[in-house]
């Protein structure tokens, strides 16, 4: 109706203008202005024509006036009739057919229909615009992906060039092989600073591809943090599919949710798996779209798509970022198993894991709980330890850890307990009652390595004595899970020749100079109480690999021990080929290849041997000793 009277109103104001101009009673032009031209006369009053007038004679222009021939463009003009002819009005001719309808809406050829586009998605309908973006940031502080990594040169990285020429397919093989966590505490060390390094691609390699190689490592190491870190230092838009993986997992695992948004925004529906999509949804709820989010995962929770505990947590967190507030309630009855997807959103939204399922959850979740900052001390604990053995925490965040349970007085027994005694062992005015609050730590037999990593520093308080000699190996091997070889090495003199202290500082010293004998070793092993003198073959082991016995005396004694340390195999080969042209970022790889495992049980002495050779021999002297005090330490 209010359309129609618009029309209306419309026409009359018209019409009134109209009429107006039809009565004006005057002309404002001066006369002779407004008198019509002649026109032909009409058949009914036809006149003779006038005389014709001779043409006027046409005059040549001046040289100076002569002007260039003006562009050949067609002007077109209106016809006139011949002289000394009527003069008719020109008709164009009408093109035959129908006169094609201005307001036709058919379809047209490679254009979708209006009912095509009202289908569309923003997303989608971006993408089909051209006004999909493909780098998040402006050209001008877009980074090279030349050099991608954490640590530089001058800040403890390795040469960033040392694997520009080397062979693409040797890297990645050595790359895939790290598929776990590394049993070395100090080989995790080692690799950690490899992979974070900044490092040039190999030649042949897409940098993306190198970079989401690292990625993945760093993850099944559990450095997640580091996984994250390194992710960002690439821009979003150089990420290939293989990277964006490992940067959500890091994502998941760290409980920055929102992090993964640069990329899903950017891709888009590029991907259609559950996750993928229950991420766009959240994503959309922290752009400030609540309403397309919540509508986005109810129909995700009709369909199925996931779980309905995955769709509930994902309805949760994006409902953190919008104004209802609805309230979604948790039901993990039924729910039987822990995916990172459900960690990460639950430790995120504050909701409270069962306790069966991360009591009994694999090592992934220990470590990631560890650094969580959203779960309590006590869920965190098992993490910590665990993570402080691997080396994923130093000694300092481990003990920095219990000092916040002892700050808080902790609920639970056990971690009060052992932040008591942690405390203790580095505050006791006494040294006999700071030792005692060690050994309460380190437990019965062989001692907990774990906990020698929470004690190093107080280790390396000890002043050395006779009085404490029987306690020197432990005190020894608790400083080197830090790297305090200089204050291990003030034990010396309170390290008989033969005893496992001995051994340790043999290994840990920077510099030799005599060799070990055949006579000294024999000592050694003569007090060896491991099982099936493990930690006389990893001594040897240590030794050979540091050059620090003589090669003959080394063969003779591997011999006398039944192992084989020269035994060649594809990896040996390439490892020692790699140190050969003191390549250490390859050399770290290929020994943390060689180092995959659960547990310490799963290093043999031969692997050691061939690891710390290589390393030494490449320049990473320090790790290479470390990993052979290690390797007799935990034997």
């Not at 390439?574 to 943390?592: C, D, H, K, M, W």
Request: net charge negative.
């Amino acid at each position: 109706m209010k359309r129609t009277v618009l029309i209306s109103a419309a026409a009359l104001a018209l019409g009134s203008s109209l009429a107006m101009a039809q009565s004006s009673p005057e002309s404002l032009l001066p006369p002779g202005f407004d008198d019509p031209a002649p026109t032909a006369t009409p058949p009914a009053t036809r006149q003779q024509p006038a005389p014709r007038q001779p043409p006027a004679p046409r005059q040549q222009p001046a040289p100076s006036q002569t002007r260039a021939p003006a562009p050949n463009i067609s002007v077109p003009s209106a016809p006139t009739a011949p002289s000394g002819s009527t003069s008719v009005p020109a008709v164009q001719p009408v093109p035959s057919g129908p006169a094609p309808d201005a307001r036709s809406t058919g379809p047209v050829a490679g254009v979708p229909s209006i009912a095509d586009l009202e289908k569309l998605n923003p997303d989608e309908l971006d993408e089909l615009l051209g006004l999909k973006p493909k780098f998040d940031m402006p050209a001008s502080a877009q980074r090279s992906m030349e050099r991608v990594g954490l640590l530089g040169t001058g800040e403890g990285g390795l040469a960033a060039g040392a694997l520009r020429n080397q062979s693409a397919t040797l890297v990645r093989a050595a790359l895939t092989g790290m598929k776990g966590p590394v049993v070395s505490r100090w080989g995790h060390i080692m690799a950690r600073r490899a992979l974070a390094s900044r490092l040039e691609a190999p030649s042949g390699m897409d940098p993306a591809d190198f970079v989401a190689l690292r990625a993945r490592a760093l993850n099944a190491m559990s450095e997640h943090g580091v996984t994250r870190a390194l992710a960002q230092d690439v821009d979003t838009g150089n990420w290939s599919e293989a990277l964006t993986d490992a940067a959500i997992e890091a994502y998941l695992a760290t409980s920055d949710i929102v992090g993964a948004c640069p990329i899903v925004q950017m891709k888009g529906g590029e991907r259609d798996d559950p996750e993928w999509v229950m991420l766009q949804s959240i994503c959309y709820a922290f752009l400030g779209q609540g309403s397309r989010a919540q509508a986005n995962l109810n129909r995700a929770f009709r369909n199925k798509i996931a779980p309905e505990i995955d769709v509930l947590l994902a309805q949760r967190f994006a409902g953190a970022a919008g104004r209802g507030r609805r309230a979604i309630n948790l039901e993990w009855e039924g729910v039987e198993e822990l995916t990172p997807w459900r960690f990460g959103l639950a430790t995120a939204v504050g909701a409270e894991l069962p306790a069966e399922l991360l009591g009994n959850a694999p090592r992934y979740f220990q470590q990631a709980a560890a650094q969580n900052p959203a779960l309590s001390l006590t869920e965190r604990m098992a993490g910590v330890d665990m993570s402080a053995e691997q080396g994923v925490l130093s000694s300092s965040a481990a003990v920095a850890f219990y000092s916040e349970i002892l700050a808080r007085g902790g609920a639970a027994a056990e971690p009060t307990s052992v932040a008591a005694d942690l405390r203790q062992a580095y505050v006791a005015v006494e040294p006999a009652a700071r030792l005692a609050a060690m050994r309460t730590l380190w437990g019965e037999g062989q001692a907990d390595y774990a906990r020698q990593v929470l004690t190093a520093y107080a280790a390396a308080r000890m002043p050395p004595s006779e009085a404490l000699a029987s306690d020197a190996a432990d005190l020894i091997a608790s400083m080197l899970t830090a790297g305090l070889d200089a204050d291990a090495l003030t034990w010396a003199p309170f390290a008989p020749q033969g005893s496992e202290a001995w051994a340790l500082l043999v290994l840990a010293q920077p510099n030799r100079n005599s060799p070990v004998t055949t006579g000294q070793f024999d000592g050694f092993m003569s007090a060896d109480e491991s099982k099936d003198a493990r930690a006389s073959k990893m001594f040897l082991a240590g030794l050979a690999g540091l050059g620090r016995i003589g090669q003959s005396d080394a063969l003779e004694l591997a011999d006398d021990l039944s192992i084989s340390l020269n035994r060649q195999s594809k990896w040996s080969q390439l490892i020692s080929q790699a140190a050969e042209v003191n390549n250490a970022p390859l050399v770290a790889f290929l020994a943390a290849t060689g180092m995959q495992g659960d547990d310490w049980s799963d290093m043999t002495p031969r692997h050691v041997y061939f690891i710390v050779a290589a390393l030494n021999q490449a320049g990473l002297s320090a790790e290479a000793r470390m990993i052979a005090a290690e390797a007799v330490a935990r034997s």
